[in-house]
Each structure stands twice: as C-alpha cells, then as structure tokens.
C-alpha cells in the first residue's frame, strides 16, 4: 500500500507525525512546505512545495500543479491530509487518480473546521475531527493526535 502523507508545515506537519506511525510498514512519501522537515522523516521519501495560502492565489495555483504532479509521479493509494492547502490540493488530487483520501483537521479548529476542512468534505472520503463537539454526519471523531 502506497501512502501520500501531505500537510504544510508547523502543527499541521507535527499533527502529521503524531499519526505517522499507523502507516510505518508501508510505503509512504511525505510533502509539505519546508526543505528541513525532510529530516523529520528520515529513509522515505520526501518532497518540498511552495506555502501559500489563500492570500495568494497565483502561488496556490503553483502549489496546485505542484502536488498534482507528484501524485501523478507516485500514485498513492491512499492520500493522508492534516492541512492547510497543500492538504486539499492532496486529496483532490488523490481523488482524481482514484485513491482512498482521508482529512484530519486540526486541533486547533475549537468551534469550526477550518476553511480547509470544510473544502475536503466535499471530496474526502473520511473527514475527521479532533473535537467531539465538531462531529455530525459527514465528520468523524474518533479521538485526538496531541
């Protein structure tokens, strides 16, 4: 099993690691936004991808092209997201290829999902809270990564 791992950097990228060691016996690459995070991750793959943020749309659209065609090079299975926007560029483009996506969004997120979140409902195949408050229908709380 091939699985894509892909957030931006700070708590997104530690929340990442929290739950890296559900997927350790399999093939994982990683992505996100900062060159040194590559440490963190030592003997798999790993690729660097601008940060943007919806502040700036010309970048996101770079950001975009740039995770769709990693996936295209790797083809995952399955495409793991902690956030921000390079975590939905992730699972769209998972989801485009075929793979099982699944969103966590952050802890941070107290009262709402973030604007991220609310955008993988809408392609994700599993969207996962880490507040019981936050859960409904379309959003699972099975616990928190902190």
């Given amino acids: 099993m091939k699985i894509a791992a892909i957030s931006s950097g700070g708590g997104h990228w530690i929340e ?12 994982v690459f ?31 659209l770079l950001v975009a092209f740039e995770v769709m065609k990693l996936m295209i090079f790797n083809r995952p299975d399955i495409v793991i997201s902690t956030g921000a926007a390079p975590g939905v560029f992730g699972i ?28 993988a409902l809408h392609i994700a195949d599993r969207v996962y809270t880490q ?9 699972i709380y099975a616990g928190n990564v902190l």
Avoid at 35 to 44: C, E
Wanted: zero cysteines; a positive charge.
């Fill in 92 to 119: 769209l483009a998972g989801k485009m290829l075929g793979a099982k996506t699944i969103w966590l969004d952050s802890i941070a997120n107290v009262e709402h999902i973030s604007l991220s979140g609310k955008l």
């Fill in 131 to 139: 507040w019981p408050s936050l859960a409904d229908k379309n959003i």
């Fill in 16 to 27: 990442l690691q929290r739950i890296a060691p559900a997927f350790e016996d399999h093939d």
């Fill in 30 to 60: 990683y992505i996100s936004t900062h060159k040194n995070l590559g440490d963190t991750v030592q003997g798999r793959k790993f690729y660097t991808i601008p940060d943007a943020s919806r502040w700036n749309k010309l970048k996101l």
